[in-house]
C-alpha cells in the first residue's frame, strides 16, 4: 500500500511546481465561475429600455446583486463542504486508506443531493420574501424573483458539480475538474445573449434567460465531473454500496466542512449585509458594489483556487508525515497567493475605468465603481495572506480558526464600519474604507492562530522541530 501512496504526485513532486501543476487548472476553474456571473450581470445591463421603463439595464443590475447573496450561499454549502471532503479524502489517501477514501467519496456525493433538496425548498418559498427584506422597487423585486427562483429550483447542476471537482481535485486530477468547468462556461457564454435577447428564432427573455443559460450551464459541468470521477478516478472506487450514509465519516466530514460552510457563508452574509447598509448611501452605491464584487472575484476567485491546491497538498503531506513538504507546501502557498493579489491590485488601479466602462451604467453608478476599485484593492495584499492562512488551518482540520478569521475579517469590522462611514457627511467615499481595513485587522488575527498553529502541527509531522523553526512560520 506504502507503494501505491508513492505513486501519487502530492507525494512526491517538489512543492513549488505541484503547486503550480495542481493550482493553475484550479485557478482557470475558479476564475470560470466568476466569469458565470459577470457574463450574466454583462449582458443583462444591456438589456434594452421595455414596458415604459428607463433604465432597464441597470435595474436588472441591482436584481442581480440583490439576488447574489443566495446564489453565493449556496456556492458557499457547497465549497464549505468540499473543503472537508477534500482535507479528509487527500488525509486518508496520504495514509495508505483506500476503503475509507472510496466511502468518503460515497458520502460526499450523497451530502450534494441533500444539499440539492434544500435549495430547492429555497427556490420554491422564500425567494420572494428573502428580496423583499432588500428592496420595495417593484421592477427590481419582479426581475429579482424571476432571475432567483430559476438558479435555485434548478441549482442541482451548480450544487453536484462543486462536490465531484472537489473529488477530482483530492486525488490531484484538477484538469479534468478544470475541463469540465469551462465546458460549463462556454455553454453559459453562448447561452446568455441568445436565451436574454432572443437570437436564432428564440423568444426574449430578457433577465430569466439569464438564468436558464446559467443552469445549463452548470449542468454541463455537473455531467461531465460526473464522467470524469466514475470514469477516471482511480484512486478511489464507485459504486451504490458506498453512496450509504456513514454517520462518522458525515461528522468527520463536517468536523472541519461546517466551519468552511460558514466561512464560505460569511461572504454570503456580508454582501447581504453590504446591500442593505450601502441602500442608505444610494441605490446607485448598491449596483456599484455589485459590479464591483463581480469584478473582484476574478482575483479572489484565483487565490482560492491556488487555496484548493494548497489544502489537498499540505493535508496529505500531514496524512505522511513529512515535516519538510508540509512546512514547503506553506511557504509556497502564501508566496503565490501574495503573487496572484499584488498582481491583480495593480492590474485593477491601472485599468479601473476601463473595467467600469465594460458595464452599461450611468454615469454616476460608474464613477462610484471606479472609486471601489481604487479604494478596495489597497488592502488586496492583507486578502492574499488571510486566504492562505485559512487554507493553512483548514488542511491542519483547524476549521474553527479558519472560521474566526473570516469573522473578523467579513463582519465583525466590514459591516459595523460599513454602517458607521453612512452616518458620516462623506459617506459615498468613505464606505469602501470599511474593507482593507477589516482585510488588515483579520491579518492580526490569522498571524496570531499561525503561531499557534505551526507549534502544534509542525512539531508532530515526521518529528520534532525546534520552537525556533516553528516560529519561521508563523
Known amino acids: 500500500m506504502q507503494k501505491e501512496i508513492s505513486k501519487n504526485k502530492m507525494g512526491t513532486e517538489p512543492i513549488g511546481k505541484?503547486?503550480?501543476?495542481?493550482?493553475?487548472?484550479?485557478?482557470?476553474?475558479?476564475?470560470?465561475?466568476?466569469?458565470?456571473?459577470?457574463?450574466?450581470?454583462?449582458?443583462?445591463?444591456?438589456?434594452?429600455?421595455?414596458?415604459?421603463?428607463?433604465?432597464?439595464?441597470?435595474?436588472?443590475?441591482?436584481?442581480?446583486?440583490?439576488?447574489?447573496?443566495?446564489?453565493?450561499?449556496?456556492?458557499?454549502?457547497?465549497?464549505?463542504?468540499?473543503?472537508?471532503?477534500?482535507?479528509?479524502?487527500?488525509?486518508?489517501?496520504?495514509?495508505?486508506?483506500?476503503?475509507?477514501?472510496?466511502?468518503?467519496?460515497?458520502?460526499?456525493?450523497?451530502?450534494?443531493?441533500?444539499?440539492?433538496?434544500?435549495?430547492?425548498?429555497?427556490?420554491?418559498?422564500?425567494?420572494?420574501?428573502?428580496?423583499?427584506?432588500q428592496t420595495t422597487d417593484p421592477v427590481v423585486l419582479e426581475m429579482g424573483t424571476g432571475y432567483l427562483r430559476i438558479c435555485t429550483i434548478l441549482s442541482f447542476g451548480v450544487i453536484?458539480?462543486?462536490?465531484?471537482?472537489?473529488?477530482?481535485?483530492?486525488?490531484?486530477?484538477t484538469v479534468l475538474s478544470t475541463a469540465a468547468q469551462v465546458a460549463g462556461a462556454?455553454?453559459?457564454?453562448?447561452?446568455?445573449?441568445?436565451?436574454?435577447?432572443?437570437?436564432?428564432?428564440?423568444?426574449?427573455?430578457?433577465?430569466?434567460?439569464?438564468?436558464?443559460?446559467?443552469?445549463?450551464?452548470?449542468?454541463?459541468?455537473?455531467?461531465?465531473?460526473?464522467?470524469?470521477?466514475?470514469?477516471?478516478?482511480?484512486?478511489?472506487?464507485?459504486?451504490?454500496?458506498?453512496?450509504?450514509?456513514?454517520?462518522g465519516i458525515i461528522a468527520d466530514i463536517y468536523k472541519v466542512g461546517i466551519p468552511a460552510v460558514i466561512m464560505q457563508a460569511l461572504m454570503s452574509f456580508m454582501?447581504?449585509?453590504?446591500?442593505?447598509?450601502?441602500?442608505?448611501?444610494?441605490?446607485?452605491?448598491?449596483?456599484?458594489?455589485?459590479?464591483?464584487?463581480?469584478?473582484?472575484?476574478?482575483?479572489?476567485?484565483?487565490?482560492?483556487?491556488?487555496?484548493?491546491?494548497?489544502?489537498?497538498?499540505?493535508?496529505?503531506?500531514?496524512?505522511?508525515?513529512?515535516?519538510?513538504?508540509?512546512?514547503?507546501g506553506i511557504k509556497y502557498g502564501l508566496l503565490y497567493t501574495l503573487a496572484i493579489m499584488l498582481a491583480g491590485a495593480v492590474g485593477l488601479q491601472i485599468f479601473a475605468e476601463n473595467v467600469a466602462g465594460i458595464f452599461s451604467l450611468s454615469p454616476q453608478t460608474q464613477a462610484l465603481c471606479v472609486k471601489a476599485i481604487r479604494i478596495?484593492?489597497?488592502?488586496?495584499?492583507?486578502?492574499?495572506?488571510?486566504?492562505?492562512?485559512?487554507?493553512?488551518?483548514?488542511?491542519?482540520?483547524?476549521?474553527?480558526?479558519s472560521l474566526v478569521l473570516s469573522l473578523v475579517r467579513l463582519v465583525i469590522v466590514a459591516l459595523p464600519l460599513a454602517y458607521f462611514f453612512t452616518t458620516l457627511p462623506d459617506a459615498g467615499n468613505l464606505i469602501w474604507w470599511a474593507f482593507p481595513i477589516a482585510e488588515g485587522c483579520g491579518l492580526v488575527a490569522g498571524m496570531i492562530f499561525m503561531r499557534t498553529t505551526a507549534r502544534e502541527k509542525l512539531m508532530t509531522a515526521g518529528g520534532q522541530v525546534t520552537e525556533r523553526e516553528a516560529e519561521k512560520y508563523a
Open 18 to 133: 505541484l503547486m503550480l501543476t495542481m493550482g493553475i487548472p484550479m485557478i482557470l476553474s475558479m476564475v470560470l465561475q466568476a466569469f458565470y456571473n459577470i457574463v450574466d450581470s454583462y449582458f443583462v445591463s444591456c438589456m434594452p429600455d421595455a414596458g415604459g421603463i428607463t433604465g432597464l439595464g441597470e435595474y436588472g443590475v441591482n436584481a442581480l446583486t440583490l439576488a447574489f447573496p443566495i446564489q453565493m450561499l449556496m456556492i458557499a454549502v457547497g465549497v464549505g463542504t468540499g473543503v472537508g471532503i477534500n482535507a479528509l479524502l487527500s488525509r486518508s489517501l496520504g495514509q495508505g486508506d483506500r476503503q475509507r477514501a472510496s466511502k468518503i467519496a460515497g458520502n460526499a456525493i450523497f451530502l450534494g443531493v441533500c444539499t440539492y433538496l434544500v435549495f430547492l425548498l429555497v427556490g420554491i418559498f422564500g425567494v420572494k420574501a428573502y428580496l423583499e427584506t
Open 160 to 173: 453536484l458539480f462543486m462536490i465531484y471537482e472537489k473529488l477530482l481535485q483530492a486525488t490531484g486530477r
Open 186 to 247: 462556454v455553454t453559459n457564454i453562448i447561452l446568455d445573449p441568445v436565451f436574454i435577447f432572443g437570437l436564432f428564432g428564440l423568444p426574449e427573455m430578457g433577465i430569466e434567460g439569464a438564468a436558464y443559460a446559467t443552469v445549463i450551464g452548470q449542468c454541463v459541468s455537473m455531467v461531465l465531473g460526473a464522467v470524469f470521477h466514475h470514469g477516471f478516478n482511480r484512486d478511489v472506487e464507485s459504486g451504490l454500496a458506498y453512496l450509504k450514509p456513514n454517520k
Open 271 to 328: 454582501t447581504y449585509g453590504v446591500n442593505i447598509i450601502f441602500g442608505r448611501v444610494s441605490g446607485a452605491a448598491v449596483t456599484a458594489y455589485g459590479i464591483y464584487y463581480k469584478v473582484q472575484q476574478f482575483v479572489f476567485f484565483a487565490a482560492f483556487g491556488l487555496n484548493n491546491a494548497l489544502i489537498p497538498i499540505v493535508a496529505f503531506n500531514y496524512g505522511m508525515q513529512d515535516k519538510r513538504r508540509v512546512k514547503s
Open 376 to 401: 478596495v484593492t489597497l488592502g488586496y495584499l492583507f486578502v492574499g495572506a488571510n486566504v492562505a492562512l485559512q487554507g493553512i488551518f483548514q488542511a491542519f482540520g483547524y476549521g474553527m480558526r
